[in-house]
C-alpha cells in the first residue's frame, strides 16, 4: 500500500513538472509574440514606470529576449534582424530604468541636503530666537521662511498612524521599486548577448551625484560688495555632499553594486583642476576664489592673520568682509575632506605662483639698490655713515609691503596643509604616522632627502626648506656669485627698513590677535621660507650664517629706535616684539643669539607695555560716558 502511494505522488509530480512547462513554452510564445506591436510594448513600458513605480518594468525587457525563439521557427532568415534589434530593444528599456533611477535619486537628494542643513549651527539660531521670547517669535519666524529651515530638526520623523507616508517616504518607495527590478536578473542573455541589469544604474548615479554637486556650486551666495562673487562656505558644501552620499548608501540596501566605486569616481575629478566634460569643479571654484578673491581682500588690508585663532580675521565692523568665515580650521578641514590632497596640493601651487610674482618685483627692487645696499653692508657697524645711505635707498615700503603679502600667502598656504595634516591622521593614521616616522628618522642621500621633503610637505608636515618653494625659485637664483650677493643684500635691506615700521599707527602688536592689523608680522615668515630655499638653491654657504648677519644688523639699527624723538619711534615696543617674531619661527636663530646682541629685558618691558595699553584702553572703551 505504501509503495502505491508513493508510486501515485511521483506521477502527480511529473504530470504537474509537465503542465508547468507547458505553460511556460506558451508564455515564451506569447512573450515572443510582443515584437509584432512596438508601440504597444514601449506603452506598456511607460505605464510600468509612471503608474506601477517600475516595480514589474524588468519584464519588459526580459520579453524582448524571448524575439529570437518562437519568431525564427520558421523563418531562419529573420534571425539577422529580430537580434540586434532586440538587443537594442533592452539596451533601450534598461537604459530608460536606470535613468528614472537617477532622477528619483535628485529628487530624494533634496530632501537629505535641507535635512543636513536643519543641523548646522547657524541655523539653530532661528529656533533659539523663536523659543526665548514669544515676542521676537513672529520675526524669527520671518527669516527662517526665507531659508525653509523653521522646523525643529525631528519633526519629519513624526507619523500620526503607520501607514501615513511623507513625501519623502514616497520618494523612497519608487527608488526600491525600480532597485528591485533591476536586482531581479543577475543577467539577462539577448541573442548571444548578456546584459547585467544592476550595472545600468551606475553612471546616471554617477551623473545625478555630479549634477547635485554643481547645483550646490552654482547657488547664489548674498555677499556683501555686490562686484565680488562669494562662494558657499566649505563647511556647509560639505554637509550638502554628506546628505547626497547618505542617499548613496540607500540605494546600496536595495541594489547590489559598489557605491563606494561611485563616490571615488566623481569625487576625484572634483580634486582636480577640470573634468571630464571639461566643467568646473569644487577644486577650480574654490582655489580660484581663495587666491583671487580672499587672499587680494586680506593684503589690501581688510582682513589680518591671527597666530593664536589658526585663521585671518576681518579688521571692519559686522557689514564687511568676514574672513574667519572661510579660514577657520573647520572650514578649511572641510575643504581638504572635499578636494583631499591633489586639490590641496593645486591650491598651494597656484600660492607659490603668486609668491614667485612677487619675488621677480622684490629682485628688481635689490637691483636698483645695490650699490647703496652694499655700501652700507660694508659699513653696518658704522650707523652715523649707514644713516647717510639709509637716506638715499628707494623702495623701502615697497619691499616690506611685498614681504608682508608674500608672508600672508605662506600663512595661508600653511594653515591649508595644517588642516590636511589633520585630516589626514584622522582619516589614514596608520599611513601617517608611517609619513611622519619615516622623515624623523630616515638619513640617506641628498636625492631621497628632497623626495621625501615632497612627500612630508604633501601630507601637510612642515619641512625646514620648503621643496615646492624651492624648486619655483630655481629660475630666480642663479647659482653664481653675483646673484648670492643680491639675495644677502635683501636680508641688510629688510634689517634696515625694520625701523621704519615704528612710525606707523598699524604697527600696533594686537595681543588678542597675536599679531599686528596691517600683517606686518607675516615679513617674518617670508624672511625666513625665503632665505632658506633661496640660500640652499645657490649653495655658497650656509643659511645659519647669513641669518645671523640679518640678526646683528636688525637689532643694530633697532636699539638705535630709543634714541629717536617719540614722533619717528612711537610703535618702537611692537616693533622689538616683531624681532622676536623673526626668532621664534626661524629654525636658524636662537633665543640665546638673541640675547647676544639684543638685550632681553628690553623685549620682556615690550611685552609689558603693550599689554598694559590694550588693557587701559579697554578700560576706557567700558567707562561710562556722562
Not at 509574440?33 to 504597444?40: E, F, I, K, N, T
Not at 520671518?142 to 519623502?168: H, M, N, Q
Not at 554643481?214 to 558657499?232: H, R, T
Not at 587666491?291 to 580675521?313: E, P, Q, Y
Amino acid at each position: 500500500l505504501a509503495c502505491l502511494i508513493l508510486a501515485c505522488l511521483i506521477l502527480a509530480c511529473l504530470i504537474l513538472a509537465c503542465l508547468i512547462l507547458a505553460l511556460l513554452d506558451h508564455s515564451h510564445q506569447y512573450a515572443a509574440g510582443l515584437w509584432w506591436y512596438p508601440l504597444a510594448l514601449d506603452q506598456v513600458f511607460q505605464d510600468s514606470l509612471l503608474h506601477c513605480d517600475g516595480r514589474f518594468s524588468i519584464a519588459i525587457p526580459f520579453s524582448c529576449g524571448q524575439f529570437c525563439g518562437e519568431n525564427v521557427r520558421y523563418c531562419p532568415e529573420e534571425l539577422a534582424y529580430i537580434g540586434p534589434t532586440s538587443v537594442k530593444l533592452v539596451n533601450s528599456f534598461l537604459e530608460k530604468i536606470a535613468d528614472t533611477l537617477g532622477q528619483r535619486v535628485l529628487n530624494l537628494s533634496d530632501d537629505f541636503i535641507n535635512l543636513n542643513a536643519a543641523l548646522l549651527p547657524h541655523n539653530a539660531l532661528l529656533l533659539a530666537d523663536a523659543k526665548a521670547s514669544k515676542k521676537g517669535k513672529s520675526e524669527a519666524k520671518k527669516k527662517a521662511k526665507d531659508t525653509e529651515l523653521f522646523d525643529a530638526p525631528g519633526l519629519e520623523s513624526y507619523r500620526i498612524r503607520r501607514e501615513a507616508l511623507s513625501k519623502s517616504d514616497q520618494k523612497l518607495y519608487g527608488i526600491m521599486d525600480l532597485c528591485y527590478s533591476l536586482n531581479l536578473l543577475p543577467t539577462l542573455e539577448v541573442w548571444r548577448h548578456t546584459f547585467v541589469p544592476r550595472e545600468y544604474a551606475v553612471q546616471p548615479l554617477q551623473d545625478a551625484f555630479m549634477v547635485l554637486i554643481f547645483a550646490q556650486l552654482d547657488i547664489p551666495v548674498q555677499g556683501k560688495d555686490k562686484d565680488v562673487p562669494e562662494v558657499q562656505r566649505p563647511s556647509v558644501l560639505l554637509n550638502a555632499i554628506k546628505g547626497v552620499l547618505n542617499t548613496l548608501r540607500t540605494i546600496e540596501n536595495f541594489l547590489n553594486i559598489d557605491i563606494v566605486r561611485i563616490f571615488n569616481a566623481v569625487l576625484l575629478q572634483h580634486a582636480q583642476d577640470v573634468e571630464i566634460n571639461q566643467k568646473k569643479t569644487i577644486c577650480h571654484v574654490y582655489s580660484s576664489w581663495y587666491n583671487s578673491v580672499l587672499l587680494r581682500r586680506i593684503c589690501s588690508g581688510t582682513g589680518c592673520f591671527a597666530t593664536n585663532r589658526h585663521c585671518f580675521v576681518s579688521r571692519g565692523q559686522k557689514d564687511t568682509f568676514q574672513a574667519e568665515m572661510y579660514t577657520d580650521p573647520t572650514e578649511l578641514k572641510a575643504l581638504c575632506e572635499m578636494v583631499g590632497a591633489y586639490g590641496i596640493r593645486h591650491i598651494g601651487d597656484q600660492c607659490i605662483d603668486l609668491i614667485v610674482s612677487q619675488v621677480n618685483e622684490i629682485k628688481k627692487l635689490l637691483i636698483s639698490n645695490k650699490d647703496l645696499l652694499h655700501n652700507i653692508r660694508g659699513n653696518s657697524d658704522k650707523i652715523d655713515v649707514c644713516s647717510d645711505y639709509i637716506r638715499k635707498l628707494n623702495g623701502t615700503d615697497e619691499l616690506l609691503q611685498r614681504l608682508t603679502i608674500v608672508g600672508t600667502i605662506l600663512n595661508f598656504r600653511k594653515l591649508l596643509f595644517n588642516a590636511m595634516k589633520e585630516v589626514l591622521g584622522k582619516r589614514v593614521p596608520f599611513v601617517m604616522n608611517s609619513v611622519i616616522d619615516f622623515k624623523e628618522h630616515y638619513s640617506g642621500s641628498d636625492i631621497a632627502l628632497e623626495q621625501l621633503d615632497y612627500l612630508a610637505i604633501t601630507a601637510g608636515l612642515e619641512c625646514i626648506v620648503d621643496p615646492k618653494l624651492k624648486s619655483a625659485l630655481v629660475v630666480q637664483c642663479d647659482v653664481n656669485q653675483q646673484d648670492y650677493l643680491l639675495w644677502c643684500l635683501m636680508l641688510i635691506f629688510v634689517a634696515i627698513g625694520l625701523p621704519t615700521l615704528a612710525s606707523n599707527e598699524q604697527s600696533v602688536y594686537q595681543p588678542a590677535l597675536s599679531g599686528y592689523e596691517n600683517n606686518i608680522h607675516c615679513i617674518a615668515t617670508a624672511v625666513n621660507q625665503l632665505s632658506a630655499a633661496i640660500f640652499t638653491i645657490i649653495g655658497y654657504c650656509s643659511v645659519q650664517e647669513r641669518m645671523h648677519e640679518f640678526l646683528a644688523v636688525a637689532t643694530a639699527h633697532l636699539l638705535r629706535l630709543g634714541q629717536e624723538n617719540e614722533k619717528d619711534a612711537r610703535q618702537r615696543d611692537s616693533i622689538y616684539i616683531l624681532l622676536h617674531r623673526f626668532v621664534e619661527e626661524s629654525p636658524f636663530l636662537t633665543m640665546n643669539l638673541l640675547e647676544t646682541c639684543f638685550p632681553y629685558i628690553v623685549l620682556r618691558n615690550s611685552y609689558n607695555t603693550t599689554y598694559k595699553l590694550k588693557k587701559e584702553k579697554k578700560r576706557r572703551e567700558e567707562e561710562p560716558t556722562y
